[in-house]
């Protein structure tokens, strides 16, 4: 039965740190210069690869490709010569992916290798991917999505797609890493486990090792070059039998027992590769697992933990002490490369010309490396070189020097001792070799492997009941009230609350005499989760959720259902019902009438306005958002609860206050509002400016507890934004690390930006091998970070730079036009007209006449329906909804591209992200470390020209600085630019006022100049 061998784990020119030359054909060329049957395409991800790939091969039609023009192969490689025959390789779709991401509170990084059958899958899969991450970053594109959804993505695109957990050892990216790896293979795959059936075992282990665990007994251990240059290819490699097909391949290695053609690997000696020991680089210390736990993983030298290796990993998840081979596991063979054999032999560079022509003359009568080092009679090779002919029987027979690789250094395995290499080299006989591991010194001698007393594992994190120290203790239990709890930022808000609301249900409260308001829908499906309340469903629990939500529940019960209108169309009809302002003029006037209804200060000038405006509502029976508080104002809701809990107080308006007002008891007792003056940062929605004294007038004998104790920000981050903050609440962190903070003026927003996608990837401790191995090392994942900004105008730039870096990065998105409410109620009508879903109750009779001409029918139709509003049909997700009928050329088109969005969409909110938002978009998130740029005078604070110099609201833009700051945990870092363009000027910029009140002692700082080299210096603040 035919044999042959396959690399399954390569690069492409488009991967990190690898040959720029290394298109298809050079990868060819290489494959068969080494031996090689099938190679990995690599990196089929990334667009511009896969577009070369395209035009390079042609598919076989038995899951494999191979080179539309196959000549002239040997003119890839100039020093080989005109004589040499190359038969290139067929080629497997495979590709790297790298997921980055926190799960049980540990930041994991794992590589998985993901194959498929046909380009048509590829296809399907990156369009996925897409969604997620940047996949024209690098070859191996970055994601924040967890291996398990990874997994889940290959088998939903092709059944036959399958992934193979990548060097699965390495410390830094791998499914069992020393660093961010699991301690099995369901804690990392989840349900999905049972679809691996493959691992491949690095450079840095072999096959003995694994079998040191009985966990990995019934997976097929694969083994693969990781290559990142043509020479480098089959370093590495897997032996198969039979037809050489995709099938084949994925049935030996899925089904070994119906499929036996799976026949060993071809392995390095695992001391060769560059993280099999313990050590720390930086200062020359290379440690085996004994010695590492002897000094308790830290380095003798610095004093900084040591990076824990291959072999120590597998001996603390060893269950065996000595390797036991499981039945049927297939053979491997460590080799030495070829270059590197002669590299000794003649005492030369591996790439020298003398190396190279000794090469050559060996593919010339061998056909290739692999078949040099694995199949050619030592007695052929004797005529050719003795020297070569010793060092590839010791080779074959494990009688090699070893001095092993750490911490990214790769090791050095030699054929002969020093002293036998300088006879070679002076022309002497070679001394008897006594023995691998005869060399003095040598830490790595033994080849055999064998366990320590196994070490005990990871202990498993324990559930924590929930406790409340004396300040929360106290609000929760409080009698009486009315309350008003100052909780400060990171002082356990939500969980105050939660913990309020299941002492009232424990003291015997009925759950339909509490109320729980919120200031967003988020916040409310939080609080239900926390009190376990079903989104849905009557006398459950108690009623939670926002004021409008509720307000539209209750008039709704009461028989006027609202038509609401979006914010923006509302603004649309008052202009539209005030013709004779203009476009500039009626802005302004929306907005402050909006504002006055809101603080319940009408104005004179406003009288007209809005009585043309809710004139035109009424005769479309349209309402907006203020309306449906007006109204519910007006139904008999006196003293409905009698416990009434009160969430982010010091955002409400007056209007929504006086609500509230109606919905306690009139002695306010059982109110328990929970806020922080201090955070008041929605003024321009109408936010009071003293929520306390704006509660006073209502219930004078308000009481005050105030909430201290701060378990987010280290105390220096605290100390640092206490400065800004205008009342004062004195901050005590619980946390024991101390925060760091590094402020950055740079000269101009793309020189910020590009700071900022640094200092994010080195947070990340790098995206891959090349910056972990340059001491790079982070620890958080991309959900940790955040980059919050003033105004969205800052976010494309920082998109875009952060996007090209390859990171994992979200920004805010308008919504779908699919999600309003009135399309959904159309789409579900076409669709149950197609027999594509089963009509409600309350889906319209999609008309004949609309499935022929689409939605401009559907309008004509359903113009005068009492369930469609009058303006519904010229607003944007209508409008959106016809170009998209018209793009995808029909219904079923159309609702089928609108399912695949949807699940993109979904994809994306699975993958975890660095965030990109405006300040107000982050209140009540928190993240490990928070970036802040553009400190500058008009954006924050932001100044409208009009204004002559000066800012609305100078108070509450200081406030809102104080919200940025007040969401990092442990880090903290701000920044400026000298030049910034905004709007398409290009203007100067002065540092914001505010940074003239922070503490700068304990801050670090760096400059950028123009050559962009950071230059550490202190920097003056005016």
């Not at 036991?324 to 560079?349: H, T, V």
């Not at 990065?809 to 879903?837: I, K, T, Y």
Request: charged fraction near 25%; include cysteine.
């Amino acid at each position: 039965m035919p044999r042959f061998l396959a690399d399954m784990h390569i690069h492409s020119r488009y991967s990190m740190a690898t040959s720029k030359s290394l298109g298809p054909r050079l990868l060819a060329a290489w494959g068969a210069v080494k031996g090689l049957q099938v190679v990995a395409t690599s990196d089929f991800t990334h667009p511009g690869w896969l577009k070369e790939l395209e035009e390079a091969l042609e598919e076989e039609g038995n899951g494999l490709l191979r080179l539309r023009d196959p000549s002239g192969l040997r003119g890839e490689i100039p020093w080989l010569g005109e004589k040499t025959e190359l038969t290139p390789p067929r080629f497997i779709l495979g590709t790297e992916i790298s997921s980055i991401y926190k799960r049980g509170g540990v930041l994991r990084k794992v590589h998985n290798l993901v194959f498929f059958p046909c380009l048509d899958s590829v296809h399907h899969f990156n369009k996925r991917l897409e969604r997620i991450g940047n996949l024209k970053s690098d070859g191996r594109p970055i994601l924040g999505l967890d291996a398990h959804d990874l997994l889940e993505i290959v088998l939903e695109t092709d059944d036959r797609g399958f992934v193979i957990p990548a060097h699965i050892w390495t410390p830094w990216f791998s499914l069992f890493g020393s660093q961010s790896g699991f301690n099995s293979l369901s804690d990392c795959f989840g349900s999905l486990s049972g679809e691996i059936f493959a691992l491949e075992t690095g450079l840095s282990s072999d096959p003995e090792m694994n079998w040191l665990w009985s966990a990995l007994d019934n997976y097929r251990l694969v083994s693969n070059s990781d290559a990142h240059s043509g020479e480098k290819l089959a370093r590495e490699a897997n032996l198969f039998q039979g037809e050489m097909s995709y099938d084949n391949i994925l049935q030996a290695l899925k089904n070994p027992e119906q499929n036996p053609n799976f026949l060993g690997t071809v392995e390095f000696f695992p001391q060769e590769g560059k993280y099999h020991l313990d050590g720390h680089r930086a200062c020359g210390v290379r440690l085996d697992p004994r010695e590492t736990l002897r000094l308790n993983n830290i380095c003798p030298v610095c004093g900084k933990p040591v990076t824990v290796g291959v072999l120590n990993r597998i001996y603390r998840l060893a269950d065996r002490v000595e390797p036991q081979k499981p039945q049927g596991s297939p053979s491997y063979y460590s080799l030495i490369p070829l270059p590197e054999i002669l590299s000794e032999i003649l005492g030369a560079g591996s790439k020298t010309k003398k190396v190279r022509r000794f090469y050559h003359s060996l593919l010339q009568s061998h056909n290739s490396e692999l078949q040099v080092l694995l199949q050619a009679p030592i007695a052929e090779l004797k005529s050719l070189s003795p020297a070569l002919a010793e060092a590839v029987r010791r080779m074959r027979s494990g009688e090699v020097h070893r001095e092993p690789g750490f911490d990214g250094q790769f090791g050095i395995i030699s054929a002969f001792t020093p002293q036998e290499q300088s006879e070679l080299r002076h022309g002497k006989r070679l001394v008897p070799y006594s023995g691998p591991g005869s060399h003095s010194g040598d830490p790595g001698g033994s080849e055999s492997v064998s366990a320590p007393v196994n070490e005990s594992r990871a202990e498993e994190e324990k559930e924590v009941p929930v406790s409340f120290n004396a300040e929360q203790k106290r609000a929760v239990e409080a009698t009486g009230g009315p309350f008003l709890v100052v909780a400060g930022p990171g002082t356990g808000k939500t969980r105050t609350l939660a913990g309020r609301t299941a002492h009232l249900l424990r003291s015997g409260c009925r759950p339909r005499d509490i109320l729980a308001l919120t200031f967003t829908r988020a916040a409310a499906r939080e609080l239900r989760q926390r009190l376990d309340i079903p989104e849905s469903g009557e006398n459950e629990g108690p009623r939670v959720g926002t004021l409008h939500s509720l307000a539209y529940e209750d008039l709704t019960h009461e028989g006027n259902k609202p038509h609401l209108l979006p914010e923006e169309e509302a603004r649309k009809l008052f202009l539209r019902s005030n013709p004779d302002l203009s476009t500039g003029e009626g802005k302004r006037l929306w907005e402050r009438l909006t504002l006055a209804r809101e603080t319940l200060c009408p104005e004179e000038e406003l009288r007209e306005p809005a009585s043309n405006y809710g004139k035109e509502k009424q005769r479309l029976g349209l309402w907006d958002y203020t309306d449906l508080l007006e109204r519910w104002l007006e139904l008999d809701t006196a003293g409905r609860y009698s416990q009434v809990l009160l969430d982010e107080v010091q955002d409400l308006s007056p209007l929504q206050i006086r609500m509230v007002s109606r919905l306690c008891l009139p002695s306010g007792e059982g109110l328990f509002a929970i806020g922080d003056p201090g955070q008041s940062i929605y003024g321009f929605r109408g936010a009071t400016e003293d929520v306390e004294s704006e509660l006073a007038t209502y219930w004078p004998h308000l009481q005050r507890i105030t909430l201290g104790q701060n378990y987010r920000s280290a105390q220096n981050i605290l100390d640092f934004a206490g400065c800004l903050s205008t009342r004062p609440v004195q901050l005590t962190s619980q946390i024991l690390d101390t925060g760091g903070i590094h402020f950055y003026q740079a000269q101009s927003e793309k020189q910020e930006a590009v700071w900022i996608a640094e200092r994010v990837r080195g947070l990340l401790g790098g995206t891959g091998h090349l910056q972990v191995d340059q001491q790079n090392a982070g620890g958080l994942g991309p959900g940790d970070i955040a980059v919050l900004v003033r105004i969205k105008a800052l976010l494309p730039q920082l998109h875009r730079t952060l996007h090209h870096y390859g990171i994992p990065c979200s920004v805010p998105e308008q919504g779908n036009f699919w999600d309003d409410p009135r399309v959904r109620s159309l789409l579900d009508a076409v669709g149950s007209r197609l027999g594509l879903a089963e009509p409600g109750t309350d889906t319209p009779q999609c008309p004949d006449e609309a499935l022929r001409k689409g939605p401009a029918a559907l309008a004509d139709a359903f113009r005068n329906s009492p369930d469609f509003d009058p303006l519904f049909w010229d607003s944007r997700p209508f409008r959106d909804l016809l170009r998209a009928w018209r793009e995808r050329g029909g219904w079923s088109e159309l609702l089928d591209w609108i399912a695949l969005e949807r699940e993109l969409a979904q994809m994306e909110t699975r993958s975890q992200r660095v965030a990109l938002c405006t300040l107000h978009a982050a209140k009540g998130m928190e993240f490990e470390a928070v970036f802040l740029p553009a400190l500058e005078e008009g954006i924050l604070p932001l100044i409208h020209e009009a204004n002559g110099g000066e800012p609305e609201n100078g108070e509450e833009e200081r406030r809102l600085l104080y919200v940025g700051l007040t969401r990092a945990k442990s880090r903290l870092h701000l920044s400026r630019a000298s030049r910034r363009q905004l709007y398409g000027t290009t203007t100067s910029r002065h540092p914001s006022r505010f940074l003239n009140h922070l503490p700068w002692e304990s801050v670090s700082m760096s400059r950028g100049i123009k050559r962009k080299v950071a230059q550490e210096k202190r920097l003056r603040l005016i």
